[in-house]
């Protein structure tokens, strides 16, 4: 992929928890619906957190988990590890796929014995079955996202390798016919169907636009890094700013307007790349 060492452009919305006072007004901006969900940043509190087992110091906010009438194909949560934490045994599951994106603070992957020091835009990909351990040997707490998935092995394909990077290394690639107001940076080729879920960034520049309702089989998970947008979800408009996530059924319509005035960026998860269940089990 083409390569550039611009740091300085990029910025990402992290929650650190806390509790409204008691002088706010109740109503906010959650909806859930069957179609599409939208949890704002200030859902996001010291209340609603959780704790894993074998993680150390830690906390995560869970965005999206299967459920039914929810998400079927992945998990995401928001971790929060305090200095001196982390975990030996970290994914529980070793069907799972993963991808770790540092929104805030640093932290120290140790990814097949070897250690890999990753800073905000850092990105991992983790296969199933990997050999990862997790610290943060920082005097601060890092807070990054981790996306999960079951992998499905098709027979005659191999398991896609583990990579780790960072998104500034990474160029964008804008969407045809958009002028650039509209790009994509991808993690991984999208030919690659090894893969059978992207996690990928998508950045508007103020007034981009995505020009129609999107309906499509791809289930997504959009935690909003930076800027803001007016969102079009099935027959509602909805408006969305950074730190906010929204989770988009398999065939809900979508389009969007980049209200500006910077750059409008989100973290997407989308399923791709396998056939459709015919059957339940």
């Known amino acids: 992929m083409p390569q550039h060492t611009d740091t300085s452009q990029n910025t990402y919305y992290a929650p650190h928890g806390g509790l409204p006072p008691q002088s706010q007004l109740i109503h906010g901006r959650a909806v859930f619906t069957e179609a599409y969900a939208v949890i704002p940043k200030g859902v996001m509190s010291d209340i609603v957190t959780s704790f894993l087992p074998h993680w150390e110091k830690t906390r995560l906010w869970i965005l999206s988990r299967p459920l039914s009438g929810f998400a079927e194909t ?11 934490g982390g975990s030996e045994r970290p994914e529980p599951d070793s069907g799972a796929e993963g991808v770790l994106f540092v929104v805030e603070g640093e932290m120290t992957l140790t990814l097949d014995g070897q250690a890999h020091a990753m800073t905000p835009g850092g990105y991992a990909f983790l296969p199933p079955d990997a050999d990862w351990q997790l610290r943060n040997d920082s005097d601060a707490p890092v807070r990054f996202h981790w996306i999960r998935k079951a992998y499905e092995q098709v027979e005659g394909l191999d ?8 998104e500034n290394d990474i160029a964008p690639i804008a969407m045809p016919d958009t002028d650039g107001k509209w790009a994509t940076t991808r993690f991984v080729d999208p030919q690659d169907v090894r893969h059978d879920m992207h996690v990928n960034i ?7 636009v995505i020009p129609f309702d999107e309906t499509h089989v791809m289930e997504h998970g959009l935690y909003v890094l930076e800027g803001r947008a007016i969102y079009h ?7 969305v700013e950074a730190g906010d996530y929204m989770w988009l059924r398999a065939f809900c319509p979508q389009s969007c307007y980049a209200a500006g005035p910077g750059p409008f960026r989100y973290l ?9 269940k015919l059957r339940l089990s």
């Open 202 to 208: 998508v950045t508007f520049q103020p007034g981009g």
């Open 268 to 276: 997407l998860y989308k399923d791709v790349n396998r056939h459709m």
């Open 159 to 166: 398991v896609p390798e583990a990579f780790v990077t960072n």
């Open 74 to 84: 992945f998990s995401q949560y928001i971790m929060e590890v305090s200095p001196g």
């Open 233 to 239: 979800l099935n027959q509602d408009w909805v408006e």
